[in-house]
């Protein structure tokens, strides 16, 4: 009998959004809550597991962590690709890691959450509604607004089309983004200084890496308008956040909308929580059912396979 342990399901929703009975007699068990960055706490919680199901860089396995769960033999992660897994260590230990298929639009539809959340000030009227209040938001057009769009990629150019659809100039900036790439989305090349000067909106749809890490910073919030917002639902590096709060705290910018951060879960006494010109959600941007039911679904066939000795989407293969 395998004992599988699914892993950070926040919301409780793994084991209803697949048929986990398609793997005979295995004995699940679910771990709804995070559990942390303590190596030996997290080989204590997850001793005597053979197969782990873990959600896309939520808990993470280093080599040091690796060697510390001996009886690990097959490790899925939700996602091709999961920078919280070393693969090479996995390999060399015995651990088969396999992934899932994701869906492509996500991000992009919660940063235009984010957005409207903005400039519409919608947490502040919702909250005044429920407090008996009336009209105590005032919010702003988009309609001539400038988007600026930063990493031009399959989530930066859907993000980008939204744009164009209401009424925006959009302007994009990567390093490496090419003035035909822009032409193929329908939008203008800027350099980066221009677009964080003029842009009233900027969303971030940029790769994590060593040179995307920290590309918004001090310098950047200080070349923004007043007036203008910034969005991250990329990976919370990306943005410098001292510098982000800072931006935030002495109003040089009008607001953020982020869902990703440096230290997740956020901690609860994280000073982005007392930013009331900041909307925050807890890294949700891929968070759907249409999702958890194809990844989750997939992570069945992967232990299935795997448990009949033909491992599926093998991200480490030798």
Known sequence: MPRIAILDDYQNKALEAADWNAIPDADITVFNDFLGHDEDRIADALAGFEVLVAMRERT???????????????????????????????????????????LGYPA????????????KE????????????????????????TLGVVGLGKLGAQAARVGLAFGMDVVAWSQNLTDERCAEVGVRRV??????????????????????????????????????FLVNTSRGPIVDEAALI?????????????????????????PLRECDNAVLTGHTGYVIAE??????AQAVEDVAGWLAGKPARLLNGE
């Not at 992009?108 to 400039?119: G, N, T």
């Not at 909250?127 to 607004?145: H, S, T, Y």
């Not at 999702?291 to 989750?296: D, I």
């Open 246 to 270: 800072a931006a935030l705290q002495d109003r040089r910018i009008a607001g953020a909308g982020i869902d990703v951060y440096d230290v997740e879960p956020l901690p609860i006494d994280h």
């Open 108 to 119: 992009f539809e919660h940063a235009w959450a984010l957005i409207l959340a903005l400039v």
């Open 291 to 296: 999702l958890y039911e194809k990844v989750y």
């Open 191 to 228: 350099d980066k200084e221009t677009l964080f000067a003029t842009a009233d909106v900027i969303t971030v749809h940029m790769v994590l890496s060593e040179r995307s890490t920290g590309l918004v910073g001090a310098d950047e919030f200080a070349r923004m308008k007043p007036t203008a």
């Open 122 to 145: 919608i947490p502040k009227e919702d909250r005044a509604m429920k407090d008996g209040g009336w009209q105590e938001g005032f919010g702003v057009g988009l309609n001539g607004k």
């Open 60 to 102: 993470r396995f280093p080599a040091s962590q690796l060697a510390k769960l001996p009886d690990l033999k097959l490790l899925v992660t939700t996602g091709m690709r999961n920078l919280a897994i070393d693969m090479a260590a996995a390999r060399g230990q015995g651990v088969d890691v396999s992934g899932t298929e994701m």
